[in-house]
């Protein structure tokens, strides 16, 4: 296995992508990064990394945000949570840390939201400290190379590899956890067939020497996602839309959302619903069903768009232009904000 270090590095140096987060080793940037890129493509991440940056240069500055414009920086990205761990670790660093960021993983790993993943990476990026990085591309190459039938789906399988890979990281450890991370991205692909031709790694690999990828790695899932019914409604009058704060715990906590309601409403039931919501309804448009995609939760989703005669004082009543500048919106909801002006249809 100690072989396969050098030609990890060398793979890396030759063949790694220009990303904004690599143009230095600024420990606040690479731990954003990191957390933005946990769920979400590299792609999408540029821009809200960039935007980030710019209104909060400094871990002071996000210390002292306030939520609604960092949950407004965040929106899209999802799992918000990620954001209050973020502003959260930002304090106790300015505390206790004096504004610097830990310089060590064991540190690191004591801040809300920085796992072991988070932590190595943040370590051995910006520090050089000889830690592993393992997240999923890490954990199916190197299953992949060692022939590990093992479910990687289980921490035990994930201590395994790190106990291995902490044998066998060199002194360049930024240049091998990113080399790794980068050819299980790009190489060792996790949903098509992996291209082995171009891997530094495909003398050592006994995946591919076995002709055994389309089996490794193995995952076992145990949890089918719950599914949950909802009825939204995108709710008119003149040029406002109603809309709510959710709960301050919970899924989504804090962030804003269409009207809704459990469950499938029938376009027959929703006079009477207006009625109860103090509403008068001029014209319904069904919008048919979307889905959204939680880690343990589906929701289905049925829309209605209702032109109303009046509003009522249980909702917040905004003009359509203010849900892009101030108000977060995650994403269940935001698939529905096309739905706000009346379409080609309703004419
Ligand atoms: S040789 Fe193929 S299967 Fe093995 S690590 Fe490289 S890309 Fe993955």
Redesign the pocket.
Known sequence: MKEIAPLIINWYQENKRDLPWREDKNPYHIWISEIMLQQTRIEAVKKYYERFLKDLPTIVDLANVDEEKLLKLWEGLGYYSRARNLKKSAQIIVEKYQGKMPENYEELLKLPGIGEYTAGAIASIAFLERVPAVDGNVLR?IS??IGSKKDILLLETKQEITELLKEIIPVEADLFNEGLMEIGER??LPNAA???DK?P??NH?I??KEKL?NIIPVRIKKTKRKIEDKTIFILVYQDEIAILQRPATGLLANLYEFINIDGFMEEKDIKEQMQKWNLESQKITNLGRKKHIFTHITWEMQGYRIELKNKNDLFIWIKKDELDKTYALPTAFAKWKENIERTLFDL
């Open positions: 190459v992949r190379v190489i060792c992996p291209l082995c891997c790694l495909c690999c995946a591919k990828t």
